[in-house]
């Protein structure tokens, strides 16, 4: 299990001067992504791509204390626990929030994009 850095685009650079832009990348099975804290920009819409392989799954989750983890959802109350490619708005505005990978193989990779504005 590894925690994956994420790359962070911050408000002002290329032209998001209200938004902020996070990937995680090279996420494999069993890894999480390093978590972030963006408490000036609640609205969040995430992309998920890659190699999900046999049984890949990935998991959105937020945290308020940044030791206790719960799935995040969208807007209709699903989980933001995906085995495909997909984009999804998110409901919760945790303090922080993550990706979880928990489940996959050998050629599982995945990316995870967020981005998040401040309402204008």
Do not use: C
């Not at 959105?60 to 933001?80: C, E, H, I, R, V």
């Amino acid at each position: 299990m590894a925690t994956r850095t994420p790359e962070i685009i911050q408000p002002g650079k290329e032209g998001m001067e209200h938004a902020v832009l996070v990937t995680w990348t090279g996420l494999l099975n069993t890894d999480t992504g390093s978590p972030v804290s963006l408490t000036d920009f609640p609205d969040r819409t995430i992309q998920l791509t890659g190699t999900f392989g046999t049984g890949g799954e990935v998991t959105f989750q937020g945290s308020n204390d940044g030791t206790n983890w719960n799935t995040l959802t969208d807007p209709q109350g699903n989980a933001l626990t995906k085995t495909a490619a997909s984009l999804e708005v998110v409901t919760e505005t945790p303090r922080y929030v993550r990706p979880s990978v928990t489940g996959g193989d050998g050629s599982t990779s995945l990316t995870l994009t967020m981005f998040a504005r401040t309402p204008r």
